[in-house]
């Protein structure tokens, strides 16, 4: 078995496995956790619609802190749009979910996923400047913050030299592209990089805690 076999066969296909097994353990862990009683008398319902609204709210920063946060933010949506972009509407991307999903759907130009995929590693080479450079963060900011930003990266750079070869095998290249997505799949469930499918039942729960409360979401 050859490298490109192995990425594509045992590999993908291992780091799947964990991927789904690890998110679920996220989950359940989440749900299973002993909840304080709160014998305080609810304001408001907290219900669904709480939970919806901040998962909106809190996609945009307060009006106080715009200013300040604008550089990261704009920077941080670049390297997260150029990030679905490349996953999501590349059409080498979309034939391998077809395989099975069962269904495909319109893809992007590779000119312009190229742009995008470009635009998403100098955001987040920007983005990991700043984390550097800015003693708080750099403070703040653990292994796992590197080691998220490393695995996130990886895969759209070793994509990006497939199309630019840089005198390689263009095999040896596409196997190390997969076991860098193999990594990002193993990691996710378990690092800070969680918040892909986190952020929506931590927002949302924040959400319906602060309606029941009568905060100001």
């Given amino acids: 078995m050859d490298l490109l076999e192995f990425a594509k066969g045992p590999a993908l296909q291992v780091a799947a496995y964990i991927l789904v097994a690890g ?4 989950l359940v ?3 299973l956790l002993k909840e304080k009683p709160d014998f305080s008398e609810p304001r408001q319902s907290g219900g669904l619609l709480a939970a919806l609204k901040v998962i909106y709210t809190r996609s ?5 802190f715009k200013r300040a946060t604008l550089y990261p933010k704009m920077m941080a949506y670049v390297m997260h749009l150029g990030l679905f972009a490349v ?3 590349f059409v080498p991307h979309i034939m391998f979910f077809e395989g099975f999903l069962g269904f495909e759907w319109p893809g992007l130009p590779n000119s312009v996923i190229f742009f995008l995929g ?7 080479i920007a ?3 700043r984390r550097i450079t800015n003693p708080v963060l750099r403070l703040i900011s653990n292994f796992d913050d590197y080691f998220s930003w490393f695995v996130t990266l ?3 750079v070793t994509g990006l030299l497939i199309s630019v070869r840089m005198g390689f095998r263009y095999e040896t290249l596409l196997a190390i592209h997969i076991l860098s997505v193999a990594l990002l799949m193993i990691w996710l469930p378990f690092g800070k990089l969680g918040h892909t499918f986190l952020v929506f039942v931590t927002r949302g729960t924040t959400g319906m805690v602060f309606e029941r409360r009568g905060a100001k979401t």
Avoid: N
């Fill in 23 to 26: 998110s679920i353990w996220r």
């Fill in 29 to 31: 862990g989440i749900l």
């Fill in 60 to 64: 945009f920063t307060a009006s106080p």
């Fill in 87 to 89: 996953v999501f509407l």
């Fill in 118 to 124: 470009v635009a998403a590693v100098v955001s987040g």
């Fill in 127 to 129: 983005l990991l400047v």
């Fill in 154 to 156: 990886f895969p759209i």
